[in-house]
């Protein structure tokens, strides 16, 4: 089993659509979570990061964690074309640095205008 | 004030050749984190490094891999002998200090997309 599940998709929305985008993850060590967004042949870019448990909104964007059922979740509102790339989610425990960050796979979506 | 710039973008080698791949960090940033994105993998850590150092190299294969990150210059991932499964895309990240809890962000690079032929 890996130490963080995240479906590839690809998942396809229309324009305006709220999308949600998950991850599992299986070391209840990881107290550190973020969301990458990494367009095509492009490298990733932090869109949020969170620490512990709860919800972080910015923008359209909201990042939700629950450390209890080791599940977080991306919420994109209002989705735009430009919104279409590959979502990876991380995590890592605390004492950690980039070396011990842990990538899911990545969700590509795409947003039909 | 410019991004981590890597070179080459595309890189095609022989299998036997050697490849190099080179990353510029952030101004300013003196860490330097490289990774491999495999399609089906993700990205997966390979080596940390500070100047002149090598902090963390638990990720790097031990046979053909070395990564150097000089006083002076780029880092460089270098790979011997390469062999079909090194074909991968190669990301390098840099960071101004370590900061547990990563609320420091790390900056990536476009990538360097390997082909190994």
């Known amino acids: 089993q890996k130490e963080v599940e995240q479906d590839p998709g690809p998942l396809s929305v229309p324009e305006g659509a709220i999308v949600s985008l998950n991850c599992t993850y299986s070391n209840s060590a990881f107290q550190y979570f973020m969301w990458y967004r990494q367009y095509s042949r492009k490298g990733p870019e932090l869109l949020m990061y969170?620490?512990?448990?709860g919800n972080k909104e910015d923008g359209r964007f909201t990042a939700q964690v629950d450390k209890s059922s080791k599940y977080i979740s991306l919420f994109i509102r209002d989705s735009q074309p430009s919104d279409s790339a590959t979502y990876l989610c991380?995590?890592?425990?605390?004492?950690?640095?980039?070396?011990?960050?842990?990538f899911g796979i990545g969700t590509k979506l795409q947003v039909i205008p | 004030n410019a991004g981590v710039m890597q070179n080459p973008r595309h890189l095609v080698r022989r299998r036997g050749q050697e490849a190099r791949l080179r990353c510029s960090p952030m101004k300013g940033h003196s860490h330097v984190y490289w990774y491999r994105q495999l399609p089906e993998e993700g990205l997966k850590f390979m080596v940390y490094l500070q100047k002149e150092n090598i902090i963390d190299e638990s990720g790097m294969p031990k046979e053909r891999f070395s990564a150097e990150f000089p006083k002076e210059g780029p880092s460089i991932l270098r790979i011997q002998q390469v062999v079909r499964g090194d074909s991968a895309a190669y990301f390098c990240?840099?960071?101004?200090?370590?900061?547990?809890?990563?609320?420091?962000?790390?900056?990536f690079g476009q990538g360097t997309r390997l082909t190994v032929v």
């Open positions: 969170t620490y512990s448990s």
């Open positions: 991380a995590m890592t425990a605390r004492g950690g640095g980039y070396q011990k960050v842990t």
């Open positions: 990240a840099s960071s101004p200090y370590f900061q547990e809890g990563l609320s420091t962000e790390a900056f």
